[in-house]
């Protein structure tokens, strides 16, 4: 078992250990602290990028659920007329070949899990690198008409300044001990969320108001809340048999539940929602799978996230391209599985990003009324 296995475990059960870190997390929020405050003094130099910038990430170590919302953003704004774009730090990517823009063909590999998986679901354009700056100013020269950039988890990365933060918070997993790292699994202290625009990542199982389901609605009207549907099972690859003869797993049937993201057990608890008898296997989140792996799995059907998949497919094209599988890894194939996911936002979301962008002189209300009479004249 890794480290980061452990310390997670660790996390999640509130282990008396982690108290022995103490000492630590006091350097490192005193760290943390001072680079925060030199940034905002003007002794550490920070980019203002030409056009407005929003920041998606979260102050807690391990998925939050951002990469389904910053899909959903897109989508929105997309449909609204504003030409969007993003950009990443590309975890997990080659920062050798970085900055990079990500299309449709960029291996996980090379620019990252969550870029391929937001740039396959979106069609957006993108681009990665650890120095944000270099990252939209190659972003900006490929593509110079866009009007707004989102930010992938650079909450922490002061060098570049924004004009909106949202901070995801997962309800049902909270913050822990409340504690920094390593004796908890925050970034920073909880007064971060002061000043910032917070959604509240809840379980569709759980209410935090009551358990009326008239309330529930009226509450979820109001507040700044996510929830994450789960979509059908789509077969991760190509069967090697006629998709009509291979059957989807069905409510009561057992799966193995094969994670590599941050928080495994939300994506253990969807399925387990959905009726299934899960056999959870959680590995570090942004895991490099190998295929090899994966046949320790049998008896039932694999089930793994849309993040995973991203790698996986590209191991299986690889894999079918350099020659021919055999037998047990064509068995394989047949008993791969992926459930996406789709992140619902409640109305006030909306209607909090839409005063927020319109201070920033982009008025999706006016772009409405303009693609409107655009298409009456069409007519």
């Not at 928080?263 to 008898?277: A, E």
Request: with cysteine; glycine share 6%.
């Amino acid at each position: 078992m890794s480290i980061e296995t452990t310390v997670t475990r660790a996390w999640q059960r509130q282990a008396a250990w982690l108290w022995l870190l103490l000492p630590i997390s006091w350097l490192y929020g005193l760290i943390t602290t001072l680079r925060r405050q030199a940034y905002k003094a003007g002794l550490l130099s920070s980019y203002r990028a030409p056009v407005p910038v929003m920041v998606i990430g979260n102050i807690s170590v391990g998925g939050s659920g951002k990469t389904p919302l910053i899909i959903a953003l897109v989508d929105y704004l997309k449909e609204h007329g504003v030409k969007v774009g993003v950009i990443s730090r590309g975890y997990g990517g080659d920062t050798s070949q970085m900055p990079a823009l990500v299309d449709a063909a960029s291996l996980p590999n090379v620019v990252g899990d969550e870029p391929c998986l937001i740039v396959n679901m979106t069609n957006a354009p993108m681009a990665v690198c650890p120095d944000r700056k270099q990252a939209i100013m190659t972003l900006l020269a490929a593509h110079p008409d866009l009007q707004f950039i989102i930010a992938d988890d650079g909450l922490q990365h002061y060098a570049l300044q924004r004009d909106i933060e949202w901070i995801v918070v997962d309800s049902a997993r909270g913050f822990g001990n409340q504690q920094l790292l390593p004796t908890g699994f925050l970034r920073e202290p909880m007064s971060r969320l002061q000043g910032a625009t917070v959604i509240y990542h809840e379980p569709l199982t759980i209410d935090p108001v009551d358990k009326n389901k008239d309330n529930s609605n009226l509450y979820r009207a109001h507040r700044l809340t996510m929830h994450l549907e789960a979509d059908a099972l789509q077969l991760l690859w190509q069967p090697t048999l006629s998709y009509s003869q291979i059957d989807a797993p069905k409510k009561g049937h057992t799966v193995h539940a094969v994670s590599g993201i941050g928080y495994p057990q939300r994506f253990f608890n969807t399925l387990n929602s959905l009726g299934f008898d899960v056999v959870g296997h959680a590995y570090p989140d942004h895991y490099d799978f190998e295929l090899a792996e994966l046949l320790q799995y049998t008896e039932y059907p694999i089930v793994v996230t849309s993040k995973d998949a991203v790698k996986i497919r590209a191991l299986l094209s690889k894999a079918t391209t350099d020659k021919a599988l055999n037998n047990e890894y064509q068995e394989l194939i047949n008993r791969l599985w992926v459930l996406p996911v789709t992140a619902e936002l409640s109305d006030s979301c909306y209607d909090n990003l839409q005063q927020q962008l319109k201070k920033l002189g982009i008025d999706i209300a006016n772009n409405d009324n303009t693609n409107n009479s655009t298409k009456a004249n069409n007519r």
